[in-house]
């Protein structure tokens, strides 16, 4: 099951998504239909439905970019920078979910031959940066979420404390393999396995043949520690081993 998990986890990803968001929408269409009918208003369920489906397909759809530039600019180390981008891409997040929000409510209420009116803009934009504020953290927290679930269903990889010169040396050295921490179990992996490494965040990823290791390092902390077993930097964000033909 676990290998099933890491192997296909962008279609599990998507599956959780879309379970979610089904769930979201349902629970807030009943809600908005209920207190609708409660002050009065007599409206199709199929509006209050229009509303809050244009809602989380447009976070849906942000999704994507963000894991990429969350991927690109970690806040789980401080590093002001880090941020300060993100509080400033938060603005065009909210300005393309009211408008794809917006966009997908007038092409549902034309369909059905009727005129959506968004009503005054510049209060429903400041009602949406309102809740934006907490779509956009809660976004940002289940990236992190997945993310450490990820890792730990791919066990997790720290290079085994290197000894001091002078140090008696096991035949397979103790410098040349990786300790992996996957689900409460322990083993080794020589570094000669290992065929190539890219740069995730604050984590590298460690390839080898059938397999993907996190391991929380920077490349260039990495691309020092793994010269010595012949690797080499060839891009910013990948290491690879000159030993494999």
């Known amino acids: 099951m676990t290998e099933s998990f890491v192997k296909h986890n962008m279609r599990w990803l998507c599956l959780f998504l879309l379970l ?22 007599d409206i199709a369920l199929w509006q209050p439905l229009s509303w809050e489906l244009s809602s989380v397909v447009a976070v849906m759809s ?6 990429m530039f969350t991927h690109r600019y970690p806040l789980d180390t401080w590093r002001p920078l880090h941020w300060l981008f993100h509080a400033i891409v938060f603005f065009p997040f909210t300005l393309l979910h009211i408008a794809i929000m917006v966009g997908l409510r007038e092409l549902w209420y034309a369909a059905a031959g009727a005129d959506y009116n968004a009503g005054d803009w510049f209060a429903m934009g400041l009602y949406e940066l309102r809740k934006d504020i907490v779509t956009y953290l809660t976004v940002l927290a ?46 080794l992996v020589g570094i000669a396995d ?16 059938d397999s993907v290791y996190p391991m929380r ?15 080499r930097r060839i891009h910013r964000s990948a290491i690879v081993s000159t030993y494999l033909r």
Request: charged share 25%.
């Open 217 to 231: 390092a920077t490349m260039a902390t990495t691309e020092k520690r793994f010269a010595e077993q012949g690797f």
């Open 194 to 209: 290992i065929h190539w490494i890219e740069a995730a965040g604050n984590y590298v990823n460690l390839y080898s043949i």
């Open 142 to 187: 289940f990236i992190y979420l997945w993310d450490f679930i990820l890792r730990r269903a791919k066990g997790e990889a720290s290079l085994i404390q290197q000894k001091n010169e002078g140090d008696p040396q096991p035949k397979d050295s103790d410098n040349e393999r990786i300790l992996i921490k996957k689900l409460g179990r322990e083993y």
């Open 62 to 67: 942000l999704v994507s970019p963000l894991v």
């Open 20 to 41: 979610w968001g089904a769930l979201l929408v349902v629970i807030q269409t009943l809600s908005r239909h209920s207190d609708m009918a409660r002050l009065g208003h």
